[in-house]
C-alpha cells in the first residue's frame, strides 16, 4: 500500500511540474483542441459531406476567403440517409447538388440562373431550371452561401473541410500505432528483462534485426505486403515502433526486479504474471508515457510520408499527406503554393506539439528535479 502511496503523490508532483511549463501546457491544449475538432468536425466544417468530398468543379482553384453563392438543385437518385450519430461523426449524404450562380430571377415555373465565372471578364450564361427541380423551393430554403477560408483545391472540394477530416488519419494512427507498440513492446521488453538468460538472448536478438532495417523501409514493406489501406497503415507504423519501448522496458525490468518488494513477492510465491503485472509495469509507466508523445509524432510523419508516397490512406479519404501529394506541384504557380503549404504546415504544427508535450513530460517526470 506504502508503495501505491508513493507512486500516487509523485505522479501528482509529476503533473504540477508539468502544468508549470507553459510551453508544454500550450502544445498539450492545441493537441486537446485537434482532436476535439477531428472527432466532431463534421459539425463545424462548411463540406459535411462523407469525406468532405463533395466536388464543385465550377469553383475549383478559389482563392482563401472566397464566398460564392449556391443555387441547391434535386439529385435525381437520392442517397441513402444515415441516422444522427453516423453523421455526426461519417458525414451526410445530401439530397441535392450544389449549382454556383452568380444571380438568379424568377421566371413564371422556371428558375433563370446566371452560371458563376471565376472571371469577371469572362461572359456569364443563363441557364433557365424547372422549379419542380430545385430543392425546397416551396419554402425559399434552396439558396446557400459558403465561405471557402482556406480556398478550394482543382477538384473544387474546401481545403478547410478535409485539413479538418484529415486530421483524423493522422491523430488515429498515431494513437493506434501507439498501442500496438507498447502492446508488443512493453511484452517483449518485461519477458527479456524479468527471465534474462536465452529469453533475453533471443528477444534481444529480435530487437536488433529489427532495429537494424530502416524504418520507413520496413514499413513500405510491410504495406506492400498486407495492402493498402487504413487499417494496414495502423499495423505498418506499430509494427515498427515497439522496439525502442521494448528496450527502455528491459532496461528499467533489469533495475526494477532486483528490488526488496519484488523479491517479497517471490517468497509469498505470487505467479511471475502477476509480479510483471502488477509489481513491475507500473513501475516503468514513467519512461513509457514520455516515449509514446515522441512515438505519437513520428506516427504522424510516418504516415504522411506514406500517403505522400501513394502507398497510405486512399482517396477519397483525406490525409495531410495525400493533400500535400496532391497540390505539390502548385508550389511553382505564383499564388497556389498555400494549397501543399498548408497540410505541410497542419503536420508541422501537430508533430511540433507532440515533441513539446513528450519534453515536458520527460521533465516532469525526472526525478532528480527540483521539487515543486
Known amino acids: 500500500m506504502s508503495k501505491k502511496i508513493q507512486n500516487k503523490s509523485l505522479n501528482q508532483l509529476a503533473w504540477l511540474r508539468f502544468r508549470k511549463n ?27 459531406t462523407p469525406d468532405a468530398n463533395q466536388q464543385i468543379l465550377e469553383i475549383s482553384m478559389l482563392k482563401p476567403g472566397s464566398k460564392v453563392n449556391f443555387i441547391k438543385i434535386k439529385r435525381l437518385n437520392a442517397l441513402e440517409k444515415h441516422g444522427f450519430l453516423s453523421e455526426l461523426f461519417v458525414g451526410e449524404n445530401k439530397s441535392y447538388q450544389l449549382m454556383p450562380y452568380l444571380s438568379y430571377e424568377t421566371e413564371g415555373e422556371d428558375v433563370r440562373v446566371k452560371e458563376f ?24 430554403d434552396f439558396i446557400e452561401q459558403r465561405i471557402f477560408w482556406l480556398g478550394t483545391d482543382k477538384f473544387g472540394r474546401d481545403i478547410l473541410s478535409r485539413l479538418v477530416i484529415g486530421s483524423r488519419v493522422s491523430l488515429s494512427v498515431g494513437l ?42 520496413l514499413v513500405i514493406a510491410i504495406t ?8 494496414q497503415i495502423f499495423i505498418a507504423v506499430g509494427m515498427t515502433m515497439w522496439v525502442e519501448v521494448a528496450r527502455v522496458v528491459r532496461g528499467q525490468v533489469l533495475s526494477i526486479k532486483e528490488k526488496e518488494y519484488i523479491e517479497a513477492a517471490k517468497a509469498l510465491a505470487y505467479s511471475h504474471s502477476r509480479i510483471i503485472r502488477k509489481h513491475i509495469i507500473p513501475n516503468v509507466l514513467s519512461p513509457i508515457i514520455v516515449i509514446s508523445a515522441a512515438n505519437f509524432a513520428s506516427a504522424i510523419l510516418m504516415e504522411a510520408g506514406l ?8 482517396p477519397p479519404t483525406p490525409s495531410w499527406g495525400t493533400m500535400i501529394k496532391e497540390n505539390y506541384g502548385y508550389i511553382v504557380f505564383d499564388g497556389a503554393e498555400y494549397m501543399a503549404i498548408i497540410p505541410g504546415l497542419a503536420i508541422m504544427l501537430l508533430v511540433l506539439a507532440f515533441i513539446l508535450v513528450g519534453n515536458g513530460l520527460r521533465d516532469a517526470f525526472d526525478t532528480k528535479a527540483n521539487s515543486y
Open 176 to 217: 493506434i500505432s501507439v498501442l500496438i507498440s507498447l502492446l508488443i513492446g512493453m511484452s517483449l521488453g518485461a519477458l527479456a528483462g524479468y527471465f534474462g538468460g536465452k529469453v533475453d538472448a533471443f528477444i534481444m536478438w529480435i530487437i536488433n534485426v529489427t532495429w537494424s532495417i530502416p524504418t520507413l523501409l
Open 307 to 314: 500517403s505522400f508516397l501513394g502507398i497510405g490512406v486512399q
Open 224 to 231: 506492400l505486403a498486407i495492402g493498402k489501406g487504413f487499417v
Open 117 to 140: 465565372t471565376k472571371d469577371s471578364l469572362l461572359e456569364s450564361f443563363y441557364q433557365v431550371i424547372p422549379q419542380s427541380k430545385i430543392y425546397h423551393f416551396e419554402t425559399k
Open 22 to 48: 507553459k510551453l508544454a501546457m500550450i502544445s498539450l491544449s492545441f493537441v486537446i483542441f485537434i482532436t476535439f475538432l477531428s472527432i466532431f468536425g463534421y459539425v463545424f466544417i462548411s463540406d459535411n
